[in-house]
T-cell receptor, first 114, second 109 residues
Framework: IAGITQAPTSQILAAGRRMTLRCTQD?????MYWYRQDLGLGLRLIHY???????GKGEVPDGYSVSRANTDDFPLTLASAVPSQTSVYFC?????????????FGEGSRLTVL | GQNIDQPTEMTATEGAIVQINCTYQ??????LFWYQQHAGEAPTFLSY??LDGLEEKGRFSSFLSRSKGYSYLLLKELQMKDSASYLC??????????WGAGTKLIIKP
């Protein structure tokens, strides 16, 4: 693994199903983030974590949950998917807790909820 | 409210120069980022400005005016590989990133 890895790359999901998007980084960054990217909109922060064991809500947290059991992993769970959660999801990490450093992004997970 | 404005799309010619503008309104300000995102790929960091002025990095330069709430990204000697979306993001007083919707740059031969 080099950098930040997301899985799956893409997924089609029936509404009401549970889904977990995985994110792993090997850079030992403390801060990790989940964003969604929709056409015509800027990246929107879903949840973040400044260090293992802590998480926080971003701009659009409803319908999503995260956990940070260790430094490397930051999974995003949709408990009961809805069509409005169709989006491209990016996981990112940074060695800066004040967001003043570069964000390193995973390649994205394209999720379609039918 | 907090807002980032940048043009939706721009077209330029290979070998030319293009300037992508970004204006921001945020609660406080702790710097401005530019990221490049090729279609279907992840954003990658280009620059971070926190002080007024121009910072040059190879063919790319980024300018910031804090008093005007304005930044631009200048791309020189355009290459076809520069065809991408360019994302502007401002850091507010709580160190939260506010992202623009991105400017899609189309390079024509």
């Amino acid at each position: 693994i080099a950098g930040i890895t997301q899985a799956p790359t893409s997924q089609i999901l029936a509404a009401g199903r549970r889904m977990t998007l995985r994110c792993t980084q090997d850079m030992r960054h403390n801060a990790m983030y989940w964003y969604r990217q929709d056409l015509g909109l800027g990246l929107r922060l879903i949840h973040y974590s400044n260090t293992a064991g802590t998480t926080g809500k971003g701009e659009v947290p409803d319908g999503y949950s995260v956990s940070r059991a260790n430094t490397d992993d930051f999974p995003l769970t949709l408990a009961s998917a809805v069509p409005s959660q169709t989006s491209v999801y990016f996981c990112a990490s940074s060695d800066s807790l004040t967001n003043t450093g570069e964000l390193f992004f995973g390649e994205g997970s394209r999720l379609t909820v039918l | 409210g907090q807002n980032i404005d940048q043009p939706t799309e721009m077209t330029a010619t290979e070998g030319a120069i293009v300037q992508i503008n970004c204006t921001y309104q945020t609660s406080g300000f702790n710097g401005l980022f530019w990221y490049q995102q090729h279609a279907g790929e992840a954003p990658t960091f280009l620059s971070y400005n926190v002080l007024d002025g121009l910072e040059e990095k190879g063919r790319f330069s980024s300018f910031l005016s804090r008093s005007k709430g304005y930044s631009y990204l200048l791309l020189k000697e355009l290459q076809m590989k520069d065809s991408a979306s360019y994302l502007c993001a401002a850091l507010d007083s709580n160190y939260q990133l506010i992202w623009g919707a991105g400017t899609k740059l189309i390079i024509k031969p």
